[in-house]
């Protein structure tokens, strides 16, 4: 057996034998390169952050989801009782509505199995509960890169501990490099850009810049300074209006000036035009932000099949996320509570579907046909074909001639 084999069937033995058992190997830790409660600061205070992040959640996972299992199981029925009270108990519906937020805003969540052993309760952990995680090595003469998660270390307002990744589910989407943290789409936003020598702020910081500004502007030119030109005014005067100009208020103040007698507004320069810069500003914003949202609110012109197109885009970006929920929870959930069980996971085949789950629609015929059979009675059928938009009436022998 060669010894790069050797190394891989090693590495893939080693495991905790707890979930809170954490062996002592060598690692690289990994920090996230913004802090995860920075992100999500973002998201809580910035609307045109939230709206787009909530918008993007609800695409992924607002409609719900319905389980299935394949029939041919023996235990079919079983498994499906035990998948679909796994999820009322925990309430899943809830849990993932709340972790699509944070996945899509920052690229990660954590949930921490309270008994890895016996699956039952699950408990969010707070955004900037995991420190940093730590990771193996592959090694192999001149290999040697990060292999797999050994760790979640937790910051020491939470304990300072370290959890074995039996006992994390971590969410994680966009994964850099080999980078054990995900990337949600607000992070472009909070990163700044350095070319050569030349540093760009962050898009979030110039944005709150200018937003910061423009209270002032309007405050100034709303009520704008006003430039007294005085004539044979003595420096006595002078000096008072002097002083009167140092402590002028916010919404404008009289300027005065000892020559001709004129009276004239301050302006600012109309040459001083910025509405360009701006408008590239908050594009680059909406571009971070990946929804055709804030633009739907905010641009005239904006046509309903521009807003369809745009949205087929986001489509596009919204299935990925669903098949990676989708297939997380069938592995991490689904599949540990079946074995626990008692019950064969690989042929119960638990599945989430996103949406709702539709019946059956029964057709007129089949109505008609059951009737025929007598599995319905006549007025079943007849309040059925009702609803189906018939417009029948009672009969003759009831007496009454209303439509039903």
């Not at 069937?9 to 707890?18: M, P, T």
């Not at 420190?131 to 090694?139: T, V």
């Not at 501990?161 to 909070?190: K, M």
């Not at 700044?192 to 030119?221: G, N, Q, V």
């Amino acid at each position: 057996m060669s010894s790069a084999l050797h190394r891989l069937i090693e590495a893939f033995s080693l495991k905790a034998k707890s979930g809170y058992a954490i062996p002592q190997r060598a690692l690289v830790y990994e920090t996230p390169c913004i802090a995860l409660a920075e992100v999500m600061k973002l998201y809580e205070r910035d609307p045109t952050c939230k709206a787009s992040v909530d918008l993007l959640a609800a695409s992924a996972v607002g409609a719900g989801f319905y389980t299935t299992v394949d029939e041919g199981y023996e235990k079919a029925d079983e498994a499906k009782k035990v998948v679909d009270s796994f999820n009322e108990n925990v309430n899943l519906d809830a849990l993932l509505c709340d972790m699509a937020r944070r996945l899509i805003a920052c690229g990660n969540d954590f949930w921490l199995k309270l008994a890895p052993e016996n699956l039952k309760v699950l408990h969010r952990l707070p955004i900037d509960a995991v420190e940093r995680i730590h990771q193996n090595f592959l090694e192999e003469k001149t290999l040697k890169i990060p292999f797999e998660v050994e760790s979640y270390k937790l910051r020491q307002a939470y304990g300072g501990g370290n959890l074995a990744p039996e006992a994390i589910i971590h969410w994680r989407i966009n994964c850099l490099d080999y980078s054990g943290f995900g990337t949600g789409v607000l992070q472009v936003l909070l990163h700044s850009l350095t070319f050569a020598s030349d540093k760009r702020p962050a898009y979030a910081s110039m944005k709150a810049r200018i937003e910061r500004i423009m209270p002032r502007i309007f405050e100034k030119y709303a009520g704008p300074d006003v430039l007294a030109l005085l004539e044979r005014a003595d420096d006595e005067t002078i000096e008072k209006f002097q002083q009167a100009i140092k402590n002028r208020g916010e919404e404008g103040a009289w300027l005065f000036y000892n020559g001709k007698g004129d009276i004239r507004p301050v302006t600012i320069d109309p040459r001083a035009r910025f509405e360009f810069y701006v408008d590239h500003l908050i594009n680059q914003f909406y571009l971070g932000c990946e929804t055709p949202l804030p633009r739907l609110f905010s641009t005239p012109g904006f046509t309903e099949a521009s807003a369809n197109a745009a949205l087929e885009l986001q489509n596009m970006l919204i299935k990925p996320v669903q098949r990676y929920i989708k297939r997380q929870v069938e592995r991490e959930l689904f599949d540990t509570v079946l074995s626990q069980a008692g019950l064969n996971a690989a042929k119960a085949q638990a599945r989430l579907h996103w949406s709702s789950y539709k019946t059956h629609e029964v057709s007129l015929s089949d109505m008609l046909r059951a009737a025929e059979l007598g599995l319905i009675r006549q007025d079943e059928f007849r309040k059925n074909a009702v609803r189906s938009g018939w417009h029948l009436w009672e009969s003759a022998s009831e007496g009454t001639g209303r439509a039903s």
